[in-house]
């Protein structure tokens, strides 16, 4: 499985941007996927993930309220749409599968190459 982000950008505070995943290759029912998040010199953390199968959603208390995890299964695509973006949102964004929920990103085995989401202020 190969999983390709995009969506990220330049964005002002306060604006949205929608994240996707697309994975070739079979996803199922027992994975999770995940978004993590990596600024300038710092660990990379989790954001937000959601159970492939029954569609459960997990956040970074942080993104609550703002972030939406989703998942289209006939498209093998993940999306994270971000609202109310500020700038301490900015970091390279990456997608990931993993066989269980977890918040380490050493718990998932599969990384796409990153989208970078710059928020101005």
């Known amino acids: 499985v190969q999983l390709q982000a995009s969506g990220g950008g330049l964005v002002q505070a306060g604006g949205s941007l929608r994240l996707s995943c697309a994975a070739s290759g079979r996803i199922f029912s027992s994975h999770v996927m995940g978004w993590f998040r990596q600024a300038p010199g710092k660990e990379r953390e989790f954001v937000a993930a959601?159970?492939?199968?029954?569609?459960?959603?997990y956040y970074l208390e942080a993104v609550k309220g703002r972030f939406t995890v989703s998942r289209d299964k006939s498209e093998n695509t993940v999306y994270l749409q971000m609202n109310s973006l500020k700038p301490e949102d900015t970091a390279v964004y990456y997608c990931?599968?993993?066989?269980?929920?977890?918040?380490?990103?050493?718990?998932?085995?599969?990384w796409g190459r990153g989208t970078q989401v710059t928020v101005s202020s």
């Open positions: 990931t599968r993993g066989n269980s929920l977890a918040y380490a990103p050493a718990e998932y085995n599969i």
């Open positions: 959601i159970r492939w199968g029954f569609g459960s959603t």
